[in-house]
């Protein structure tokens, strides 16, 4: 990811977040959700929206390590909860239907997401299941020419702004893993409502959803792909999330390093530097060098995906690890301010609560462990 063009695309990133988002966080943060409405149009305008989609759509046509360095350079705007809301238009909420929608729903749905004109989020969880996918319980039953949708989805990123949302619904009999699909819903549906805000111990600047679906009627071509496949067609594109998850994790905790080693330069303590001492300039000499290795890591799981290979458990490594070095290296950064780190009016406190997310979000640690194990042929079957 050293061509060029990418330094280009990372470049204008760059000085977008520098001067569109960083110096708004805080008013973001406090007012508890980010302007999409406004944000994204001027990131559609510059092509930030959906690089790799088609260029008929109003993408780039180029691959999936353009969003990846999207996700890299959002990590250093200070927060995650804006980048999340980003990610999740670029990488989420259209990524299925990128791949397997019709003509029709991407020109519905998809050239204005691209474009920052619609707002888009993706309904999978749901009150009494997270990562336990196969257990969701919203069903679409089938009426003529459309759907009639009923059940409830939870933590639903960009939830309260959406203009649509891909939901994961089940339309047979079956259990399990069987019998799902993935239906577009637009939000000015009859009978689809916000139930509440969620309140969030981090995260604040995105806003967070409960969902409601009542006997919601969606046309039969919103569905993408084929029906009944829809459990299928998540799975593979969670791939694509845990890959930018874990490079805006990444690049998170390296900008909370830079931010310490730059208070450790100031701050003295019983008239001595605090990065002069040992304990202090050793852990973040140990924090980065893990930080670099994660990245490289990052970097060839992008390369092979890119490629086409199947990496999902490289994938799982990346965001397992991701999670809990990210976390381990907000606590030290955090203890090293000492007071400062704890007080709100320093991003230390925010970046602490933030990134708790990683290990949650988009699979569970515990998920991701059960893949990896299941994949190397020593987990159940």
Not at 44 to 62: Q, S, V
Not at 159 to 181: E, H, K, N, P, W
Not at 215 to 221: A, F, H
């Amino acid at each position: 990811m050293k061509s060029a063009e990418h330094e280009e695309f990372r470049q204008m990133v760059r000085r977008f977040v520098k001067e569109e988002i960083t110096p708004h966080i805080e008013d973001w943060e406090a007012a508890k959700q980010f302007p999409a409405r406004e944000l994204f149009p001027k990131m559609g305008a510059l092509g930030m929206l959906g690089p790799a989609y088609d260029p008929a759509y109003g993408g780039a046509g180029a691959d999936h390590s353009y969003h990846v360095i999207l996700a890299d350079e959002l990590g250093r705007c200070g927060c995650m909860g804006v980048p999340m809301g980003i990610l999740v238009q670029t990488d989420i909420a259209v990524s299925a239907m990128a791949e397997y929608g019709s003509d029709r729903l991407k020109r519905a749905f998809m050239a204005p997401a691209i474009a920052g004109e619609m707002i888009g989020a993706l309904g999978v969880s749901e009150p009494d299941i997270g990562s336990d996918v196969a257990s969701l319980s919203t069903r679409a039953e089938s009426d003529g020419d459309h759907y009639v949708i009923s059940g409830s989805k939870m933590w639903i990123t960009n939830g309260i702004q959406a203009d649509f949302v891909t939901t994961l619904c089940r339309t047979s009999g079956d259990s399990g893993y069987r019998g799902m699909s993935l239906i577009v819903v637009p939000t000015k549906t009859a009978g689809f409502s916000v139930g509440k805000k969620l309140e969030k111990m981090g995260n604040h600047s995105s806003d967070t959803g409960l969902l409601h679906y009542d006997k919601v009627r969606v046309p039969k071509w919103h569905c993408i792909g084929e029906e009944g496949k829809g459990f299928y067609y998540q799975m593979q594109e969670f791939q694509k999330e845990r890959l930018v998850g874990s490079m805006l994790g990444v690049s998170l905790a390296e900008d909370a390093v830079r931010r310490t080693i730059a208070y450790c330069k100031e701050r003295k303590v019983f008239q001595e530097k605090l990065i002069e001492k040992q304990w202090v300039y050793f852990h973040l000499a140990e924090l980065r060098t893990e930080l670099t290795i994660l990245r490289q890591f990052i970097h060839h799981c992008t390369e092979r995906f890119v490629a086409g290979e199947e990496i999902s458990k490289e994938i799982s490594m990346a965001k397992l690890q991701a999670g809990r070095l990210v976390r381990r290296v907000l606590d030290t950064c955090l203890q090293f301010h000492g007071g400062m780190g704890y007080a709100e009016e320093y991003p230390l406190a925010r970046l602490y609560r933030d990134v708790r997310l990683l290990s949650i979000g988009a699979g569970a640690d515990e998920v991701m462990l059960e893949i990896i194990a299941k994949m190397e042929g020593f987990g159940p079957a």
